[in-house]
C-alpha cells in the first residue's frame, strides 16, 4: 500500500505558503547527504545546511508559519551549533535565522521526511526508504522532465540479441528489455507532453515578447535540441524496429529458449512456480511487440504537434511588425490624402476598365453543419475472432512439454517402486530406463540423492518426501553408464511395501 511505506503527513510539508522554501531546502538536503554517498549526518550537520539554504534563500520565507522554538536541537550531550562571530552580522536576523531553520528541521522530522536514530551517544538523521524514493523524484523533475533516454532502443535490440545467443546465461535481460521498452513508451509520452504544455504557453502569452521567449527557451531549446533530436537520430523509433520484432519471433517460436527462460524466472525468483514464471515470460514478450507496434502513432502526433508550433512560430515572426502601430501610423495620412483628393474631384476615385467589382460568396455549403444526433447504444453479442488451430496447437504443445519436464515426488516414487523391491535393496546400476519419464525421474533422484545445503528447495522438498520410504547411500564401485547418462553409483533401500498410486500424482 502507498500510506503504508510513507508517513501520513508527508505531503502536508508542500501544502502551505513556505513550500517553495520546503522543496528547496528538502531537494539540497537529499543531494548532500542522502542521494549518492554513504553519509551519516548528525543533527547539527542538517540544522546547518538548512541555515545556509535560508541565507541564500531568505525572500522564499512567509510569516504564515509560526516558528518552532526550543533551546538546543541536538539532544543529550550534542553539540551546539555555534553562529559565526562576525563584526557585520545582524544578531538580530541570525537569531532569526537560526529559529527558521530549527523549525524547518522540526518539521522534515514530523512529517515523515527525516528519521533520528541513536548510536550509543552519537545521534544521526537519516531518510526512510519511502521518502528517498520521493525526494529522488523531486530531483529529477528539478533537473528536467526531458529524460536522456538516447539509447534506449539500442539496448532493447542487443538485449534480445543476447538471448539469441545464449538464453541461459543471458535470461534476466527480457526482463530488463520489457522495462526499457516501457521507458521508451513513457519516453515518446513525456516529449508529446512538453509540445502540448509549450502549445499552452504561447497561446497564454499576452504579449508578443513572452510568446517569442516560449518559443525559443522551451520549444527550440528544451524540446527541438534535445528531446526530439534524440528520438529523431540515436533512438529513432523505427531503426531496429524490424531486428527487434525478427527477435521476438524468434524467440516466440523456441520450446526450448521459452523453457530456459521460464527456468531462469523462477530461479530469480520473479514468480512462484513454473506456470506464473511462463506467463511472465510471454508477458515481457508482449510487452516489447505492443511499445515497437505503436510507436507509429505517437511519432505522427509529435510530428504534428512540432510542424504546428513551427508554423505558429513562423507567422508570429511574420505579423510582430504588423501589431506594433507602425503600419496604422503610415497607413493614416495617406488614407487622408485620398479623402481630400475625393473630395476635389466631386467623384468616386476608380480604375477604367473590364474589372468586375469582387464580391464575398455567400453559399450554404460554406457554412457550418449542424451536428447529426447521436446513435442510441444497443446491447449485443460482440463476435469474438475464432482463435487459429495451429497457433492453439502450439501453445498445447508447449504447455505439455513443460508439464512433462516439471517431476514430482510421486513419479519418483513409483519409478523406485518399480525397480526396488519391498524391504530390499538395488544399486542404481541395475535400474532400467525405457522412456523418457523414466530418465526424467532417474534424473530427479540422483539430485536428491547428491542434494546438500545450496540446492533448490524443490531438491530438499523431494529428499523429504523419498526419505519417508527410502534409504540412499553412495557406492564407489558400481557407476551408472547406460545410453541414457553416465554418473556416480548409489544404492537405494526400500524400508516398506508402501506402492504410490496414480491418482495422487498432482501434476496430470
Known sequence: MLFGQLNADIFTL??????HLYEHVLVKIYEDFFR????????????SLIYERLGHSAELWREDETPVTFDQVVTGRGRRIRRRSLEIADTGASSEAMVRARHIYIRLLATGWLEETRYGLKVTVDMPPGAMRLAEFLCALREGMSEQLGGLVV?????LEALQVNARDN???????????ASFGRYLRSVLSALREVDRQVLASDSIGRRLRHYFEDFVERVLLQDYAVITTTSHPYRFRHRIFAALDALEDSV?????????????????????????VFDDLSKIRRVFQRIEEAFERIQQHRARLETRLRNTV??????????????????????????????????????????????????ARSRNARAPIVSGILLLPSAEPLRELRKRLEREH????????????????????PFGETEAANFWIDTIDDF???????LAVAASGDTPEDVHQLVAHLRESFSFQRSDGADVDNAWLACNGFRVQRKDDRVTLEGHDHAK
Open 14 to 19: 508542500f501544502s502551505g505558503s513556505n513550500r
Open 36 to 47: 549518492s554517498d554513504l553519509r551519516f549526518p548528525t543533527q547539527s550537520e542538517v540544522v
Open 155 to 159: 539496448q532493447v535490440r542487443n538485449e
Open 171 to 181: 535470461a534476466l535481460g527480457l526482463h530488463k528489455a520489457a522495462r526499457d521498452a
Open 256 to 280: 526450448l529458449d521459452i523453457g530456459v527462460l521460464t527456468d531462469a524466472y523462477l530461479e530469480a525468483r520473479l514468480a512462484k512456480d513454473l506456470p506464473a514464471a511462463r506467463d511472465i
Open 318 to 367: 511574420r505579423y510582430a511588425g504588423r501589431r506594433s502601430g507602425s503600419f496604422l501610423m503610415r497607413s493614416e495620412p495617406l488614407l487622408l490624402q485620398l479623402d481630400k483628393l475625393q473630395e476635389s474631384h466631386g467623384r468616386t476615385l476608380g480604375i477604367p476598365g473590364p474589372l468586375e467589382p469582387r464580391q464575398s460568396p455567400l453559399s450554404p455549403f460554406l457554412l
Open 402 to 421: 513443460l508439464d512433462r519436464l516439471t517431476v514430482t515426488s510421486e513419479q519418483v516414487s513409483r519409478f523406485v517402486e518399480r525397480r526396488v523391491p
Open 440 to 446: 526424467l525421474a532417474f534424473e530427479a533422484l540422483r
